[in-house]
T-cell receptor, first 109, second 114 residues
Framework: RKEVEQDPGPFNVPEGATVAFNCTYSNSASQSFFWYRQDCRKEPKLLMSVYSSGNEDGRFTAQLNRASQYISLLIRDSKLSDSATYLCVVYSGTYKYIFGTGTRLKVLA | GAGVSQTPSNKVTEKGKYVELRCDPISGHTALYWYRQSLGQGPEFLIYFQGTGAADDSGLPNDRFFAVRPEGSVSTLKIQRTERGDSAVYLC????????????FGEGSRLTVL
């Protein structure tokens, strides 16, 4: 079983739609969680950290469920510019940031 | 620029050859990571440096892979006797420290082994 698992998608949604991605992790001792965004043939960039209480940044909401060991990302009012791959990242406390395979999102006009 | 710089951006080599990939991190960042990304996959951890020392090299796939960071800044990933399966994008990332959560990636070095 992979340490971090994501549905690879692709998710094709119309502009304005709400879309949610989930990510599960296997190491219950994991300490920190993040969502990164990666555009096609570009490097990953931090989108947001994920806190136990949940956090919101504009149209983006991230939540953590430690009991079930999953993280979610919700995007409201999708824009064409949101089209990208969203990478779930888990830090387990041994210097390593473990990336999921990523979920591809395509927002359609 | 002020970002992470990686060279070469593209490298095509023949099976069996030796390759060096260079990473110049953001000035002042003590943490440096190498990842490898294959098509359709997420970045796969290779090695982490804190300063000059490799704090964790558990992700290096075998002894053909080696990395150094002699002065605590620039790092070089070295691959001996390249194989076709080594073809991937090699990403370098730096961070102020290991626990900040924000890794700043370079644009990567795309390695193709023929």
């Amino acid at each position: 079983r992979k340490e971090v698992e994501q549905d690879p998608g692709p998710f094709n949604v119309p502009e304005g739609a709400t879309v949610a991605f989930n990510c599960t992790y296997s190491n219950s001792a994991s300490q920190s969680f993040f969502w990164y965004r990666q555009d096609c043939r570009k490097e990953p960039k931090l989108l947001m950290s994920v806190y136990s209480s949940g956090n919101e940044d504009g149209r983006f909401t991230a939540q953590l469920n430690r009991a079930s060991q999953y993280i979610s990302l919700l995007i409201r009012d999708s824009k064409l510019s949101d089209s990208a791959t969203y990478l779930c990242v888990v830090y387990s406390g041994t210097y390593k940031y473990i990336f999921g395979t990523g979920t591809r999102l395509k927002v359609l006009a | 620029g002020a970002g992470v710089s990686q060279t070469p951006s593209n490298k095509v080599t023949e099976k069996g050859k030796y390759v060096e990939l260079r990473c110049d991190p953001i000035s002042g960042h003590t943490a440096l990571y190498w990842y490898r990304q294959s098509l359709g996959q997420g970045p796969e951890f290779l090695i982490y440096f804190q300063g000059t020392g490799a704090a964790d090299d558990s992700g290096l796939p075998n002894d053909r892979f080696f990395a150094v960071r002699p002065e605590g800044s620039v790092s070089t990933l070295k691959i001996q006797r390249t194989e076709r399966g080594d073809s991937a994008v090699y990403l370098c990332a730096s961070s102020l420290d290991w626990n900040t959560g924000e890794l700043f990636f370079g644009e990567g070095s795309r390695l193709t082994v023929l």
